[in-house]
C-alpha cells in the first residue's frame, strides 16, 4: 500500500458524496459525485456496537435516519435496516446507511478514490484505531490503494501509523496550527485537511515549504475554489460539485 494519494480530478473531492444535491453518505450521493465527474469522494464512519463499520457523519442518528439514539449503540444489522433518503428534500426511499465494504465495493465500482474519515473515536481511539486496522488488514484487497484515512482525533491516527506503517492518513483540524506540520512530518501522514474558511495563504505557503499536500473544506462557491486553487491546495470538499466544475 502506497502512503501518497493521487490528486483529486479538478481538485474536487465530493463532500459525504454530493452531499447538497442528494442525502449525505448515501449509496446514491455516492454514485452522483461520480455521475457529475469526480474521481474523489469523502464519507464518515463509525464503529458499532458489535464492531462493524458504517457509513454516517453523526454520533446519534436522528438527524438523517428514521432511527434514534447513538450510533454506537445499535448492531451493524440495526442499522442497515433504518432508511437513510426520507429525511431530505426531495426525498429518496430505499436509502439506508451503507457499510464501509458496501461503500468501497461501489467506489472500486466506479473508479473513486475514497476519504474516509473516522467519527467518533474520542471514547476509545486504541479501540477504534484496531478495529479499523483488522478491517483494512482483512480486505486487502478491496482497500489496497483506494482509500485515505482522516479524522480530528490525533490518538487514533497514531495508533493506526504504528499498526499500519503504509496507510495514507489525513490529520483534520478546523484551525491550522503550526505543530500539524511537525506531526505530518513526525508520523509521515498524507496530507492535512482544515476549515477553508480560517485558512490563510500564509498557512499554505507553510504547508508547501514542508511538501505537505492541503485539502480544504468545505467549499461551495467558485471564487474561494478559483483562489485555493491558484494557491496551490490538493484538494477541496464540496457539497455542490455541480457549481464548481468546469463546463
Known amino acids: 500500500m502506497n502512503n501518497a494519494v493521487p490528486i483529486p480530478k479538478h481538485h474536487l473531492i465530493g463532500h459525504r458524496g454530493a452531499a447538497g444535491l442528494r442525502p449525505e453518505n448515501t449509496l ?40 434514534h439514539g447513538p450510533v454506537t449503540e445499535h448492531t451493524a ?5 433504518l ?24 467506489a472500486a465500482e466506479l473508479n473513486l478514490f475514497c476519504n474516509v474519515e ?17 478491517f483494512v488488514r482483512k480486505n486487502n484487497d478491496v482497500v489496497d490503494n483506494q482509500i485515505l484515512v482522516s479524522s480530528f482525533n490525533l490518538e487514533v491516527l497514531v495508533e493506526l501509523r504504528k499498526l499500519l506503517p503504509d496507510l495514507p492518513l489525513a490529520y483534520i483540524k478546523d484551525e491550522f496550527t503550526e505543530d500539524m506540520i511537525t506531526l505530518a512530518q513526525q508520523h509521515n501522514f498524507a496530507s492535512i485537511n482544515c476549515l ?14 514542508a511538501n505537505i499536500p ?18 496551490g491546495v490538493t484538494g477541496l470538499f464540496t457539497d455542490r460539485p455541480d457549481l464548481l466544475l468546469p463546463a
Open 196 to 209: 477553508a474558511k480560517r485558512f490563510t495563504t500564509t498557512y499554505m505557503q507553510a504547508a508547501q515549504r
Open 77 to 81: 444489522d440495526e442499522l442497515i435496516e
Open 28 to 67: 446514491c450521493s455516492f454514485s452522483y459525485a461520480a455521475e457529475l465527474g469526480l474521481n474523489w469522494i469523502e464519507f464518515d464512519v463509525h464503529l458499532t456496537k458489535d464492531n462493524h463499520w458504517i457509513v454516517i457523519h453523526d454520533d446519534t442518528l436522528d438527524r438523517t435516519t428514521n432511527g
Open 214 to 231: 492541503v485539502f480544504l473544506y468545505t467549499v461551495n462557491d467558485m471564487t474561494t475554489a478559483n483562489y485555493w486553487i491558484d494557491k
Open 118 to 134: 473516522i467519527k467518533g473515536a474520542d471514547s476509545n481511539p486504541q479501540l477504534n484505531a484496531q478495529q479499523f486496522a483488522t
Open 83 to 106: 432508511d437513510a433518503g426520507l429525511w431530505f428534500n426531495p426525498p429518496y426511499p430505499e436509502q439506508t446507511l451503507p457499510t464501509l465494504m458496501d461503500t468501497l465495493h461501489l
